[in-house]
């Protein structure tokens, strides 16, 4: 059966106005969504192919140069759309700068549908890459399926448009020409109109993933800071208190309190209270690092961290260094002491039993906090229930302790004992070298040794996990990853002349070997152990 193309075109034109009409409706200027944008693109799409069906009843101007620059400009509305929908700045000299390439190639070729031709789908193909690369940029923030269904959709445009700028470079532009009625042109409309249905119901579609997103996160989230809130704080400890216990590993949790706040509040107006909670949320927010940590806005200026396998050591330590970084804030507050925003803390830690359950360690870390309020603000104070190990000093090496390899660590694989045992000994071997003397060279060879070792080791452990069932394996995997971009962060700054060799073993042998390798990684021991 011979195609008609003029037929095809006037679906096509039904089809555009139909979704128009649909996305329009949902669509909302003040939500800046990308919807409104993108229902403004599906009508430029329509006006475009109406006045390319008018050739020969209105202006060869009209019915061609303004019908091409203006289906440009419908990609780069759609493309405008897309990146306020990804709350991105658009580039746009990049996405406005075909249509003025349009404009000016019909207008200088106006009589050579040859050119026209090769030129607009040319034009038309760099338009859809820029909008599958923005949406593959933006994928990993994009929540659901809907995005999906967009590059589908687009994707087949690349290559027609590919095929019908060879055809017209061969000398057959009139196969391509709006009315002619073969396989090429209905191949192409008809794939115009898969590809408009598939992107208007992936526009529809993401749209309605990111509202139920939103919901979810707002059920969850502190509305003004974006930090959890009391909800998910239940939910995330009613997770990590029993996972605790069963594994014997540490949990610690601290209370901070934003001093003076209400006084704050009074002097400078609720305006700035609120960019001071949100400047103190960001804070919180980079100190939580690793995938299990988790920041949370406990009620007014009062904020939480749930800290897993962490001892009280280590969260007095992360403690100290988010006290000092909002003090470095600097945000003026006259009727503090200190003359700025400063915050007090309390730390307590479930390391040895010596807490009944969730409610007594939130409670010995708020009694810790209104200790430090009492002793002048600006500090941090461990409850007195949870017991402080040794803990090095970052500035010296001579702190250390010597880790020895003691039978209690072995999980059970000969492969993952083998290398703990042996990484355990690099970073002794690392003491010792820096202890000595040694010159920056050479410490800086040992400590590449131990990283690519680190690394190779997570990979083996992951693998084995993995196929033990080991169901926290993907949240384990995570933390592997945060320690490997920490490490090598800090190889990068040790090699640079920009951080000392202390803060560097602190970091291998007490996040990397003493908090990771011998406590966190104890969650999968039951899983991976053989029988002796």
Not at 203 to 209: F, I, P
Not at 342 to 360: I, P, R
């Amino acid at each position: 059966m011979e195609p008609h193309s003029p037929t095809i075109f006037l679906a096509i034109l039904a089809v555009n106005a139909t979704l128009t009409v649909s996305l329009a409706a949902g669509a909302s200027r003040a939500n800046r969504d990308g919807i409104y944008l993108w229902a403004i693109a599906l009508a430029l799409h329509t006006l475009s192919f109406a006045l390319f069906g008018l050739r020969g009843k209105i202006s060869d101007f009209a019915s061609t140069t303004v019908a091409a620059t203006i289906l440009s400009a419908s990609w780069a509305v759609f493309a405008e759309g897309l990146f306020q929908f990804q709350q991105r700045k658009p580039p746009r000299r990049l996405i406005w700068l075909p249509v003025v390439v349009i404009s000016i190639a019909f207008l200088a070729f106006r009589d050579s549908l040859t050119t026209r031709v090769v030129v607009s789908s040319i034009i038309y193909v760099a338009q859809t890459i820029l909008i599958l690369v923005a949406l593959n940029q933006g994928r990993r923030a994009t929540v659901g399926r809907g995005q999906y269904f967009i590059a589908i959709g687009l994707a087949p445009v690349i290559p027609i448009f590919v095929f019908r700028a060879l055809l017209a470079a061969t000398g057959q532009a009139d196969k391509v020409s709006m009315f002619a009625s073969n396989q090429v042109q209905a191949i192409s409309f008809l794939a115009a109109i898969v590809a408009t249905i598939l992107v208007a119901i992936g526009l529809l579609v993401m749209s309605k993933e990111q509202a139920e997103d939103r919901s979810r996160r707002s059920a969850t989230h502190d509305q003004l800071t974006g930090l959890a809130n009391r909800r998910r704080i239940d939910e995330v400890l009613s997770k990590e208190w029993p996972r605790a216990k069963r594994n014997a590993s540490p949990l610690a949790l601290v209370m901070l309190d934003v001093d003076l706040f209400k006084k704050f509040n009074d002097r400078y107006g609720h305006q700035r209270g609120d960019e001071c909670l949100k400047s103190v949320a960001r804070v919180l927010q980079a100190g939580a690092q690793r995938g299990g940590d988790l920041a949370a806005r406990y009620g007014g200026e009062e904020f939480l961290l749930i800290l897993p396998d962490t001892d009280a050591a280590a969260a007095q330590r992360l403690t100290e260094t988010v006290r000092h970084a909002v003090e470095a804030l600097d945000m003026t507050h006259e009727q503090s002491p200190f003359g700025k925003v400063t915050v007090s803390a309390g730390v307590a830690a479930l390391s040895d039993g010596s807490y009944e359950n969730t409610e007594s360690l939130l409670r010995a870390a708020d009694v810790a906090l209104y200790r430090a309020k009492r002793n002048g603000r600006n500090q941090v104070q461990l409850a007195s229930g949870s017991s402080l190990q040794a803990e090095p000093d970052g500035n010296s090496l001579g702190n250390f302790v010597q880790l020895v390899w003691h039978p209690a660590y072995e999980c059970g694989n000969a492969v993952i004992d083998a290398q703990h045992r042996a990484l355990l000994a690099q970073t002794g071997k690392l003491l010792t070298a820096s202890l000595s003397g040694k010159p920056a060279h050479e410490l800086a060879a040992h400590i590449d040794a131990i990283v690519r070792d680190v690394v190779q080791h997570f990979r083996d452990e992951e693998a084995i996990i993995a196929a033990a069932g080991f169901p926290d394996t993907a949240e384990h995997a995570a933390v592997h990853r945060q320690l490997v971009e920490k490490a090598v962060e800090l190889v990068d700054r040790f090699n640079d002349g920009m951080l000392g060799i202390g803060e560097l073993f602190q970091f291998l042998a007490h996040d990397v070997v003493a908090r990771h390798f011998l406590a966190a990684d104890r969650s999968f021991f039951p899983f991976v152990a053989t029988p002796r």
